[in-house]
């Protein structure tokens, strides 16, 4: 195999011009950018600067680069710098696997193999260290997390960091109430789960989207039941939760409008409806 040489300062300028302009003549006028680090910063400021950004960007951090992350957190900057199109968005932490590897991090086994319970690809100490320091600069956090396991393990985390902070609100912005920390994916939760996102103000963003592709593995990986809970949106909205979802593009197309209609349908590529509870009407969609 050969290793594929990093691209360089130039070319990453021209994919994200050239990919706000596929983004915008699909009607997307504001992305979020998932995890980056200081080389995708810089790009993105001079497409900034140059005129070239098409769409406004939500940038998120990647903490793990520690040398760029330790800089950044020493400049005092936080979530909601910036400007109209370009802002600092939250730091985010992967936490599990993927739900279509199938590789997320449950707590009952997978239908197909009973060993199997999915990978977790950070330690809950580490998860807690990540939050309380992000949570005490001033940052939003969230974290890629799709199986039970996971998402319990970044709601501990968040529920800690904010417990920690006498002064858990952040500083008064007029963009946002409080830090309205979020769970990417946020793939299979109970009741419970969704009463402590609930409590905690944290704002699930959910994939429909997946299930047209996806959804029929998700019958055969994790059974019947835990498939039809997944990207409960019924479920958020009965419990009054506030959510978002997203396209996870280059996951899935991006197009918003199958994301939606998946949200209302949740059909999958077979012709399968995978928990018709779960399912929100046209009202309900286009409820503001």
Known sequence: MRELAAPSHEELVESIAAGGLDFARRGITSVHEAGIGAQAVRAYQAARD??????????????SDEAFFASFLGTGLATGFGDD???IGPVKLMVDGSSSGPTAATREPYAVDSSDRGILCLARDEIDRRFAEAHRAGFQVTAHAVGDRAIEMVIDGIEQAMAADASSSLPARPWRCGPRHRIEHCAMTDPALRSRIKALGIVPVLQPVFLYEFGDGYVSNYGPVRAARMFAAGSFRRAGVTFAMSTDCPVTFPDPMLNV???????TMSGATVGPEERMGGKVVHEE
Do not use: N
């Open 85 to 87: 199109w370009l802002k």
């Open 261 to 267: 209609y998946e949200a209302a349908t949740r059909v």
């Open 50 to 63: 140059s005129g070239r950004l098409a769409v406004r960007v939500y940038l998120m951090l990647d903490p």
